[in-house]
């Protein structure tokens, strides 16, 4: 079992930045890729970002350019590091992990709220 903790999330003006972490423990060395997703009150849950294994990353068209991930094997630590905030980008934002050998992401965070706000 693999569980996540993410944190970092708060109140920021537009424009401004925030960094959010993902935490892993459990059966770490399972999982082969971790990712972001975030939930806008009203809608549906989307993907955001994802970061494999060996580094390669992925984002949905609406963040590229602004948001970067990132994973430090190190620290077992996964991070989004979201610059030039909108409103839009209010939500809350789950940290999910997928293991080797499985198509879809099996353990989530409880998340962590973003509120981008003047």
């Known amino acids: 079992q693999v569980q996540l903790v993410e944190s970092g999330g708060g109140l920021v003006q537009p424009g401004g930045s925030l960094r959010l972490s993902c935490a892993p423990s459990?059966?770490?060395?399972?999982?082969?890729?971790m990712g972001w997703y975030r939930q806008a009150p009203g809608k549906e849950r989307e993907f955001v970002a994802q970061v494999t294994s060996t580094g390669g990353t992925g984002y949905v068209d609406s963040v590229k350019g602004r948001f970067t991930i990132s994973r430090d094997s190190a620290k077992n630590t996964m991070y989004l590091r979201m610059n030039s905030l909108k409103p839009e980008d209010t939500a809350v934002y789950y940290c999910?992990?997928?293991?080797?050998?499985?198509?879809?992401?099996?353990?989530w965070g409880q998340g962590t709220q973003v509120t981008v706000s003047s």
């Open positions: 999910a992990a997928r293991k080797f050998g499985d198509s879809l992401y099996t353990s």
């Open positions: 459990g059966s770490i060395f399972s999982i082969d890729v």
